[in-house]
C-alpha cells in the first residue's frame, strides 16, 4: 500500500479530478492499448472508429463536470498535467466538426461526440459508481478491443483488475522502510524510530527518488498550488455552466489587502485570508484551470489555502517546512484512501473536503511541532467534523455548495491543529476508527447524495 505523495498530489485541471482528469487519463489508457495491438492477433483488421459509455456518477453528473470534454481531449492525445487550458475549447470544436480524433502516433479514428460518446444512466458498472467503457471497432463495424476502467478518486484510473489488487494490497508487500497501512502503525513506528511522519514519508519516496529530484517535485506541486490561488485572486467574472455564479475571490481580495496595508486589526482576519485562499482556487477549478489534487479537484483549495495562510503568518514556514507539511499530509490521505475512500461518488464530500481537512490539520500540525500523536490527534479531529457530509452538487458542477465548502474545511484544519496542539496527543477516538466510520457511513449513504446531483441541493435549488 505505497502511495506516492506525487499520487496524492497531482497536477492537472479543473473541475473534477474523478470525472475530469479521470476520464482523460483513462482515455490515454485506451489509446496505449490501442497502439500495443492487444486485440486478438487472428483478427487482421485495425481500429477504425471508437465509441466510449459513461455510467453510474459519471453519466449523472458527467456534463457538469466536464467529463464528456475530458474524453475528448483524452483521445486526442492530451494529458492532464500538460494540457493548455486555453487550447482546449478549439480542440474539442475541431473534433465535434470533423467526426474523428488524431492522437499523434496514431491514424486517425473516427469519433463523433454526438453519437459515439454515451451517457449511460441505467446500466451502472459493478467496480465502482465512476465507470468508463471504451470500444474499438474497424471499418465494417467489427468489435476489435473493449476495455472497461474506474475512476476512483484523485485522478486515479484502474482496470477492474487493478482494482481489484488495490483492495487487496497489504503494505508488507511494499518496498519502502515504513510501510504503514494505518495510522496505528504509522504511530507504532514513529515511536519505535523517533522519526516524524514527515521523515518517514520521505524515507518511503527516496526509496524510489533523489533526494533533489523529490524535493524539485514536492517545489513543483507547490508553486503550482500557490499560482492557482494567485490567480484564482486576480480573476473575476462568472464561472461557466450556466448557475451563474460570480467569482468573489478577486473582490475579496482586494477588501483585505487595503486593510492589510492599514494595518487595520480585524479579529475575523485570519478566517478571511483562510477563506479567501482556498475559495480563489477553487473558482480557478471550477473555471478549468490548472489546479493540484488534494486530494481530489472539489477539494482542491483546503491544503493550499491552509499552507499559503502558514507561509504568510508564520515566519518560520520556508522551503523545508512546506515540504514536510506535504510529506505529512500526503501520509494522511494515502491512509484514508487505503482505508476508506477519497472519492464523493463513493462515501460522499466527507470523502473529499473532509479528508482534505485531515490532510491539511496534519500538515499545519507538523510544522508548528506537533508530535506524531498530535499529528494523529489534528487529522483525526479534523475529520470527526466531517462525518456524514453529502456530495450534492447543483446542476453537477463543482460550485455550489463546493467552493464555500473548501473555506470551511480549511477553517476547520486550522482549528483542528490548534486544539490538537494545546493536547498531549491522547484523545478518546483513534484517527483509524475515525476513518472506518467514514468509510461505513459512505456504504450506507443514499446514492442520491453521492455526486449523483439526484438529491440535497441539487434538487433544492432552483437554477436561473
Known amino acids: 500500500m505505497f502511495l506516492s505523495v506525487f499520487d ?55 456534463i457538469g463536470h466536464g467529463s464528456d470534454r475530458a474524453i475528448i481531449l483524452g483521445l486526442a492525445g492530451e494529458h492532464p498535467k500538460t494540457i493548455d487550458p486555453d487550447a482546449m475549447d478549439t480542440i474539442i470544436a475541431t473534433i465535434r466538426e470533423t467526426g474523428k480524433v488524431a492522437p499523434p502516433g496514431h491514424p486517425p479514428y473516427r469519433f463523433r461526440p454526438a453519437v459515439d460518446l ?33 475512476s476512483v478518486g484523485g485522478g486515479f484510473v484502474v482496470t477492474a483488475e487493478e482494482l481489484d489488487a488495490v483492495r487487496t494490497a497489504s503494505p508488507a508487500d511494499q518496498d519502502v522502510p515504513w510501510p504503514f497501512a494505518d495510522a ?96 480563489a482556487v477553487n473558482e480557478e477549478n471550477a473555471a478549468g484551470g490548472r489546479v493540484v489534487t488534494a486530494p481530489t479537484n472539489g477539494a482542491a483549495g483546503v491544503i493550499p489555502a491552509v499552507l499559503r495562510y502558514a507561509v504568510q503568518f508564520n515566519a518560520g514556514t520556508g522551503d523545508e517546512a512546506i515540504r514536510d507539511f506535504l510529506l505529512t499530509a500526503a501520509a494522511i490521505g494515502g491512509i484514508i484512501k487505503h482505508r476508506a475512500s477519497i472519492s464523493g461518488a463513493e462515501v460522499g464530500c466527507q470523502g473529499e473536503v473532509g479528508s ?53 474545511g480549511a477553517v476547520k484544519a ?18 483509524d476508527a475515525c476513518i472506518e466510520t467514514m468509510r461505513q457511513t459512505g456504504h450506507d449513504m443514499n446514492e442520491k447524495y453521492k455526486e449523483t446531483s439526484l438529491g440535497g441541493l441539487a434538487v433544492n435549488v432552483v437554477a436561473c
Not at 495491438?37 to 481500429?47: I, L, N
Not at 489587502?257 to 485562499?277: G, V
Not at 500538515?363 to 489534528?378: D, F, K, R, S, W
Not at 470527526?384 to 473555506?407: F, K, S, Y
Request: contains cysteine; neutral net charge; proline residues 5%.
Open 8 to 62: 496524492v498530489f497531482k497536477i492537472g485541471i479543473g473541475p473534477s479530478s474523478s470525472h475530469t482528469m479521470g476520464p482523460m487519463v483513462a482515455a490515454g489508457r485506451f489509446l496505449d492499448d490501442l497502439a500495443a495491438g492487444t486485440w486478438p492477433r487472428a483478427v487482421r483488421a485495425r481500429p477504425a472508429a471508437i465509441t466510449v459509455s459513461l455510467h453510474g456518477s459519471l453519466a449523472f453528473t458527467g
Open 118 to 150: 454515451v451517457l449511460d444512466k441505467t446500466v451502472p458498472l459493478p467496480g465502482h459508481p465512476n465507470g468508463m467503457q471504451f470500444s474499438a471497432w474497424d471499418g465494417d463495424g467489427q468489435l476489435l478491443l473493449r476495455r472497461i476502467y474506474y
Open 184 to 279: 496505528a502503525e504509522m504511530l507504532a513506528m514513529a515511536q519505535g524510530s523517533g522519526l516524524s511522519i514527515a521523515a518517514m514519508k520521505r524515507a518511503n519516496e527516496e526509496a524510489r527518488l533523489s533526494r533533489s529530484r523529490l524535493n524539485r517535485q514536492l517545489d513543483e506541486v507547490w508553486n503550482t498550488m500557490s499560482g492557482c490561488i494567485d490567480r484564482g485572486m486576480g480573476r473575476s467574472g462568472e464561472l461557466p455552466g450556466g448557475l451563474r455564479v460570480k467569482r468573489r475571490a478577486a473582490a475579496i481580495h482586494a477588501q483585505l489587502a487595503e486593510k492589510w496595508q492599514r494595518n487595520e486589526i480585524d479579529p475575523l482576519m485570519a478566517n478571511d485570508w483562510l477563506s479567501l485562499f482556498a475559495m
Open 356 to 408: 482534505a481537512s485531515a490532510m491539511a490539520a496534519a500538515g499545519l500540525c507538523a510544522i508548528m511541532g506537533g508530535t506524531p500523536a498530535q499529528v494523529e490527534n489534528a487529522a483525526e479531529i479534523a475529520l470527526e467534523h466531517h462525518l456524514g457530509m453529502t456530495c450534492d452538487p447543483v446542476g453537477g458542477l463543482v460550485q455550489i455548495p463546493c467552493i464555500e465548502r473548501n473555506a470551511f
Open 414 to 431: 486550522v482549528t483542528a491543529a490548534s486544539l490538537a496542539l494545546k493536547g498531549d496527543g491522547t484523545h478518546a477516538v483513534p484517527l
